[in-house]
């Protein structure tokens, strides 16, 4: 790696990014309905220690304050979401008008501060309503989806431009569909799952075409899955090929892969390696809705954090590798891979060749104030500084990465970790909600304010 020159092109966006039910709290202030999150926590042993995101980090009420710790830090953009039951209590029908004044006072705010604001308008809070109307698994609700977009983009389109429709699909459909750890607690039959994957695609095909029909500014518009990495255990070409195929591979009884979720999009076609590994629980589709899921977007997020070793296996498969013992791991114990921050956006690129953001990479890590008064966290600056050399191997080689969005503002809550782990370039005291500027946050500003020159590594 070129570690001498390792500043990044000058349209090049720097951001942080958070999701509403992780940070809001006001779970019912001002006419807001309840979402399957609301009502996930309330059950007993389903989030680590009972947290819940009633509070979280009390941005609803605190967000002047944090947007302007974001202009503290120098991000010029901020990827935030939208609480779909806050802008319409019910999932569909009124549009409830306190809710969307607070978006609109958040992007105001932003704007003031020179901030450009990356809009996400599911990252998982489904109204609580449309689950007890089957969720996910109702063909009305790609529409829904549809229907919710509309009004926001409609009163937010004038400043705005930047949107991501869904955050994670693999995420939501395996932990809250399939596994039942996250809400909505499903455990789905296979087939069942693939519908609820269907629907999605499809919502987000709908949501795409809403955006366009009501926005006001032309808008830029992306979606956000994760992306699986597999990166070669050596640099043979046997190897690389291995990790490409494993890469875009689909297993049997499986969510959890890239080209399920992306190949209709980009493509407006399920991968044939998948149609063959799920055969029956294929759920029946027009081409009607293929062409639906791949109205044509500007980017793709992708949300990495980890990857994994592949090596060859003959004469044309390939093995995941185990972790070698002692591998650096974050709290959340996801081995700290460093190249997948290289590999899953080149390997995305070659397929897709659309233009690539990282919309969340990040850590969490054992931080505490310090009794001097600092947050010291040496690990995510490592962490972050091993990731972003790698991103910037992308821009020597000419794959179109455009941005890097660190997740994440604030330590929030978790999911079904709850408050036991710390994501943050800011402390939150969730005691007292006082946020303190960890050592990685002041790091990234140099980071931000350099273009990447301050990454670079003296011999
Ligand atoms: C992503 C979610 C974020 C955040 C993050 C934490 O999956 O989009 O909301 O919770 O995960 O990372 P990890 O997956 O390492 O727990």
């Known amino acids: 790696m070129n570690n001498e020159d390792t500043t990044f ?45 009633t509070v979280a980090c009390d941005h609803y009420h605190r967000f002047v304050d944090d947007v302007s710790a974001i202009r503290d830090l ?15 209590p019910d999932g569909i029908g009124d549009v409830n008008q306190p809710g969307l004044d607070y978006y609109d006072a958040l992007v105001d705010e932003l704007l003031a501060g020179q901030i450009e604001p990356w809009i996400t308008l599911f990252h998982w809070d489904y109204p609580l309503a449309l689950f007890q109307r089957g969720g996910w698994l109702n063909p009305e609700s790609p529409r829904w989806f549809a229907d919710y977009v509309g009004p926001v983009v409609d009163r937010l389109s004038d400043r705005v431009q930047n949107w991501i429709t869904i955050n994670e ?4 459909l395996k932990f809250g569909h399939a596994d039942g750890i996250d809400a909505p607690g499903l455990t789905l039959d296979f087939q069942e799952q693939l519908l609820a994957c269907h629907h999605t695609l499809l919502a987000h095909g709908l949501g795409v075409s809403a955006i366009r029909e009501k926005a006001k500014k032309k808008p830029f518009i992306g979606w956000a899955p994760v992306a699986d990495v ?39 076609k399920y991968p044939e390696e998948g149609i063959q590994a799920y055969g029956q629980s294929v759920p029946k589709y027009s081409s009607k809705e293929m062409e639906i899921i791949s109205a ?6 992708l949300n990495i954090y980890t990857g ?9 498969g390939y093995r995941e590798l185990t972790v070698p013992p002692g591998t650096p791991r974050t709290t959340t114990d996801w081995p700290v891979v460093e190249e997948s921050l290289y590999w899953g956006p080149k390997f995305h690129w070659e397929r897709y060749k659309t ?98 020159r301050s990454l670079r590594v003296d011999p």
Not at 387 to 406: A, K, N, P, T
């Open 308 to 316: 994994s070793h592949v090596s060859a296996v003959e004469p044309d």
């Open 230 to 268: 597999k990166i070669p255990a050596t640099d043979g070409n046997r190897d690389l090929a291995a990790a490409r195929q494993a890469t875009m591979s689909v297993c049997p009884e499986s969510l959890w892969n890239n080209t399920w979720y992306n190949d209709p999009v980009f493509f407006g």
């Open 169 to 172: 699909p693999q995420c939501f």
């Open 74 to 88: 120098g991000s010029p953009a901020y990827r935030f979401s939208i609480s779909w039951p806050r802008v319409i």
């Open 355 to 452: 233009p690539i953001y990282i919309t969340e990479n990040g850590m969490a890590n054992v931080d505490w104030i310090d009794m001097d008064g600092i947050v010291w966290d040496p690990q995510r600056i490592d962490y972050t500084k091993r990731h972003l050399l790698q991103l910037r191997r992308c821009i020597e080689e000419q794959i179109d990465v455009r941005g890097y969005f660190h997740w994440s503002l604030l330590d929030n809550f978790e999911w079904s970790k709850g408050f036991s782990k710390r994501f943050g370039l800011i402390y939150v005291d969730f005691q007292t909600q006082r946020r303190v500027m960890k050592q990685a946050a002041y790091w990234y500003k140099d980071v931000i304010a350099s273009n990447g």
């Open 296 to 301: 044509p977007i500007d980017f793709l997020g």
């Open 9 to 53: 092109p000058n349209q090049f966006v720097w951001g942080v990014a958070t999701s509403a039910y992780q940070i809001e709290g006001a779970c019912s202030e001002n006419g807001k309905g309840m979402s399957v999150w609301d009502d996930f926590c309330l059950k007993e042993n389903s989030i680590c220690n009972g947290d819940s995101g």
